[in-house]
């Protein structure tokens, strides 16, 4: 095993850079997962981590090695791929250690090898199979032991999950980082969905036009996000975000006066952001006024979406509740945000305040 270092990393095409300066540190051991929205430059960085890619400038370095230069061969990773890219002539058994027997290692020491990572997963009852008669999540725990076999120093996993379905979605997102506890292997995870990332993170990395905006445990992004991008990307349904104006110690949303947070001071007329997640909205009788346009049960919460304002025009907030409610559209509803929960942006910069 071994850390992952970048330094002031870059990667163009052309005249197009797509990756700005980034630097990163990951130590022996971490799951991090990269994420972002499509074209924000993960699977490229991922792609730059495994040689996959060329560094445009900047280093890349696996343990105390400068990889820059270094094909993927050469650099002791492994890693799995959204399509699994197995060979379908091949068994499971074969396919799992084909690397190994590219190395010219014996055929004791191959199916040794194979047969611990198939337990590990489960796979030991489908050694013979070929990968078309494999469900998908199958073929993703074979994609998974090609890359245990060969005892990386780092695992890199390219949104492995972007093809199974919802449910075994939630069940692969358990078995990696199980996998990852037992292992213990330095992992960066690249994957477009935040639910994933705020489930198997030890560290996020969010990413946005080719830079980082910011780097942290996952409930520490979700209480205290860095900017505007961060608090409407983590947490699902996303934080509400509305302008606002400070005055007479309140903000002035849409017609109505909602409370600053006590631990901030902010100057009189100062343009805001005014931020408040779905589950910090309550039902009171001063806040945010508006009719119910939408709900959507869950079973274990209904999520309302209220139309605050002008009923003809106005923006639109989302609630949380996790107890059964009756509302339905059309019925009046004020919104209370719980103040010790709500998050102020500069309006200009989009800096948490």
Request: hydrophobic share 40%; with cysteine; net charge neutral.
């Amino acid at each position: 095993m071994a850390e992952v270092t970048i330094r002031s990393l870059t990667k163009a095409y052309g005249g197009l850079q797509v990756i700005h300066g980034l630097d990163l540190d990951i130590p022996d051991g971490e799951f991090v997962v990269l994420v972002g929205p499509s074209g924000c430059g993960k699977s490229t960085l991922l792609r730059m981590i495994a040689g996959l890619e060329e560094v445009t400038s900047g280093d890349v370095l696996i343990g105390e090695r400068r990889v820059n230069n270094l094909p993927p061969s050469e650099r002791d990773i492994a890693m799995v791929f959204q399509n699994y890219a197995l060979y379908p002539h091949k068994t499971v058994g074969a396919n799992m250690g084909f690397a190994l027997k590219m190395r010219g290692m014996e055929k004791a020491g191959i199916a040794d090898k194979v047969s611990r990572a198939a337990e590990i997963l489960g796979l030991t009852p489908y050694l013979d199979r070929y990968p078309r008669a494999l469900s998908g999540g199958q073929r993703q725990r074979v994609a998974m032991g090609r890359a245990i076999v060969r005892d990386p120093q780092v695992f890199l996993f390219d949104e492995p999950l972007s093809n199974l379905d919802a449910k075994l979605r939630v069940q692969m997102r358990t078995e990696i980082r199980e996998l990852h506890q037992r292992l213990k292997t330095t992992t960066v995870y690249v994957t477009h969905d935040q639910i994933e990332a705020m489930t198997m993170a030890d560290r996020i990395v969010v990413l946005n036009g080719g830079r980082i905006e910011q780097v942290g445990a996952p409930l520490d992004l979700y209480d205290s996000p860095a900017n505007v991008f961060v608090a409407g990307f983590i947490g699902s349904p996303a934080m509400n975000m509305m302008p606002g104006v400070v005055r007479g110690g309140a903000v002035e949303v849409a017609g109505a006066r909602l409370p600053l947070p006590a631990r901030l001071a902010v100057a009189e007329g100062r343009e805001v952001t005014y931020g408040i997640r779905p589950e910090h909205l309550g039902v009171g009788e001063a806040g945010l006024a508006g009719t119910v346009a939408v709900v959507e049960p869950t079973g274990s919460e209904t999520h309302v979406v209220v139309r605050a304002g002008d009923p003809s025009g106005g923006r639109e907030v989302v609630a949380m509740f996790r107890d059964r409610v009756g509302f339905r559209p059309g019925d009046a509803l004020v919104l209370a945000p719980d103040a010790d929960k709500v998050h102020l942006f500069d309006k200009g910069s989009g800096v948490r305040l």
